[in-house]
């Protein structure tokens, strides 16, 4: 952009809360130095239409850049506040909105071919339950095991429908199975950073975006998702905290069997998918991937201890529910307590302490983890203790 950066902006405190009013685009500012650079996130208004733009001035060149900004961006409503948290991701409040839609999240992402990429990523309180990734052969009878679980608890599960290059099987319904698409679409999505991981398997294109996810996981239910191998590694290495499941064939003489009884691939298709088996079979062993490997043998049994694992699992790790998960409320401003403790003034002098101290998840899906705990208005307050 070439251009000066305003004296102010350089020497303002931006480390702590930032928030600055420009009446000349009718927006919001906030810069928030971060590494050697320096943040900029502007809300403006423009003929009735809302934005959220951000800009990064590197302290080092003294120059300009505009990020790639990943993600689902919060819309702007009336102004935000900055803050830096835990060195490693920008806390925005927006102002004036709904609780469940004021605290989003801005990160840093892995520079993609030299150029700085950004993800928005939006706040949500309390925590959901941990996605299921099952990963295994193909004909190994996942999709029949996860049939399964969803049939007996529709309002528990749900399936994250990934997107395939590959065309619709017999019975195979757009939107149901999969999202249907052409790899030139797919892959402009990637390329906006609307996956959350994607793998070539068989020569087509699979992917799950990152909605796929996020649209289960908002109505409340456990999401499922069906990824070979190679995505179950990305999505390890992403932001979304899930159990990983590796279900095996009892034989590869069984997997040949069940593929060819299912009779839904041409022999080449099936040939294709028995020799990419016995890589995933190898790969599947990779120490830290899989937290759980399933013998798919007898189906009822297999069905059982698969309900008995996430039951396991679910006893490892409770949930912490937030109380207040739905409250709605009008932020009207911000002030920064500790670095993990917010106080939100809410209208009506009503006060709500946000807590920041178990974040889960982040960009390019959603953060989790927060609570918010009324607080008495300012007048019956005691040092400002909380009342839980
Ligand atoms: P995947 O989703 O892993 O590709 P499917 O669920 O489509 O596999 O199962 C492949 C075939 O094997 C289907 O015809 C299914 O009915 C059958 N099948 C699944 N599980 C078993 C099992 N435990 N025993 C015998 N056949 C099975
Ligand atoms: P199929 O063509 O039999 O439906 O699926 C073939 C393989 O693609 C299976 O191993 C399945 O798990 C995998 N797969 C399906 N959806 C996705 C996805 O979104 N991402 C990845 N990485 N693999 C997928």
């Given at each position: 952009m070439g251009e000066e950066v305003p004296e102010s902006m350089l020497n303002?405190?931006?480390?702590?809360l930032s928030v600055a009013y420009d009446s000349e685009s009718a927006g919001y500012r906030t810069s928030t130095n971060f590494g050697d650079k320096m943040y900029v996130v502007e809300g403006s208004e423009y003929r009735g239409k809302s934005s959220v733009n951000v800009t990064i001035f590197d302290h080092l060149t003294r120059s300009w850049i505009i990020p790639t900004v990943l993600g689902l961006k919060p819309v702007h409503v009336g102004g935000h506040s900055a803050v830096l948290l835990n060195n490693d991701r920008i806390s925005i409040v927006k102002k004036d909105s709904m609780l469940d839609d004021s605290i989003w999240f801005l990160e840093e992402q892995k520079k993609v071919l030299g150029s700085e990429v950004v993800a928005w990523s939006k706040g949500v309180i309390g925590n959901a339950p941990k996605p299921i990734v099952i990963s295994g052969?193909?004909?190994?009878?996942k999709g029949t095991l996860i049939s399964k679980l969803m049939k007996e608890f529709p309002t528990t599960y749900g399936f994250s429908v990934s997107h395939t290059t590959r065309a619709p099987r017999e019975r195979e319904l757009d939107g149901v199975h999969y999202h249907f698409t052409d790899r030139i679409s797919m892959e402009k999505d990637i390329r906006d950073g609307k996956f959350l991981e994607f793998a070539s398997v068989h020569e087509n294109l699979y992917g799950t975006s990152i909605e796929a996810v996020e649209v289960v996981t908002d109505s409340g239910k456990r999401c499922i998702l069906d990824i070979d191998v190679q995505g179950a590694r990305s999505v390890r290495a992403s932001s979304l905290d899930a159990i990983f499941v590796f279900i095996c064939p009892p034989s590869f003489e069984e997997l040949e069997k069940r593929l060819r009884a299912r009779a839904t691939e041409a022999e080449e298709q099936i040939q294709k998918r028995l020799r990419n088996a016995r890589a995933e079979l190898d790969e599947a062993k990779s120490p830290g991937l899989f937290d759980h490997v399933l013998v798919n043998d007898e189906l009822e049994l297999s069905y059982d201890n698969l309900k008995k694992l996430i039951a396991s699992d679910e006893i490892a790790n409770p949930l912490h529910r937030s109380t207040m998960k739905n409250l709605k409320v009008l932020v009207s401003d911000v002030e920064v307590k500790t670095d993990k403790t917010f106080l939100l003034h809410c209208d009506d002098n009503d006060q709500l302490f946000l807590d920041i101290?178990?974040?889960?998840g982040g960009a390019p899906g959603r953060t989790r983890g927060l609570d918010v705990y009324p607080i008495e208005p300012l007048g019956d307050a005691v040092n400002g203790s909380t009342q839980l």
């Amino acid at each position: 952009m070439g251009e000066e950066v305003p004296e102010s902006m350089l020497n303002s405190s931006v480390e702590k809360l930032s928030v600055a009013y420009d009446s000349e685009s009718a927006g919001y500012r906030t810069s928030t130095n971060f590494g050697d650079k320096m943040y900029v996130v502007e809300g403006s208004e423009y003929r009735g239409k809302s934005s959220v733009n951000v800009t990064i001035f590197d302290h080092l060149t003294r120059s300009w850049i505009i990020p790639t900004v990943l993600g689902l961006k919060p819309v702007h409503v009336g102004g935000h506040s900055a803050v830096l948290l835990n060195n490693d991701r920008i806390s925005i409040v927006k102002k004036d909105s709904m609780l469940d839609d004021s605290i989003w999240f801005l990160e840093e992402q892995k520079k993609v071919l030299g150029s700085e990429v950004v993800a928005w990523s939006k706040g949500v309180i309390g925590n959901a339950p941990k996605p299921i990734v099952i990963s295994g052969p193909s004909g190994v009878g996942k999709g029949t095991l996860i049939s399964k679980l969803m049939k007996e608890f529709p309002t528990t599960y749900g399936f994250s429908v990934s997107h395939t290059t590959r065309a619709p099987r017999e019975r195979e319904l757009d939107g149901v199975h999969y999202h249907f698409t052409d790899r030139i679409s797919m892959e402009k999505d990637i390329r906006d950073g609307k996956f959350l991981e994607f793998a070539s398997v068989h020569e087509n294109l699979y992917g799950t975006s990152i909605e796929a996810v996020e649209v289960v996981t908002d109505s409340g239910k456990r999401c499922i998702l069906d990824i070979d191998v190679q995505g179950a590694r990305s999505v390890r290495a992403s932001s979304l905290d899930a159990i990983f499941v590796f279900i095996c064939p009892p034989s590869f003489e069984e997997l040949e069997k069940r593929l060819r009884a299912r009779a839904t691939e041409a022999e080449e298709q099936i040939q294709k998918r028995l020799r990419n088996a016995r890589a995933e079979l190898d790969e599947a062993k990779s120490p830290g991937l899989f937290d759980h490997v399933l013998v798919n043998d007898e189906l009822e049994l297999s069905y059982d201890n698969l309900k008995k694992l996430i039951a396991s699992d679910e006893i490892a790790n409770p949930l912490h529910r937030s109380t207040m998960k739905n409250l709605k409320v009008l932020v009207s401003d911000v002030e920064v307590k500790t670095d993990k403790t917010f106080l939100l003034h809410c209208d009506d002098n009503d006060q709500l302490f946000l807590d920041i101290s178990y974040l889960k998840g982040g960009a390019p899906g959603r953060t989790r983890g927060l609570d918010v705990y009324p607080i008495e208005p300012l007048g019956d307050a005691v040092n400002g203790s909380t009342q839980l």
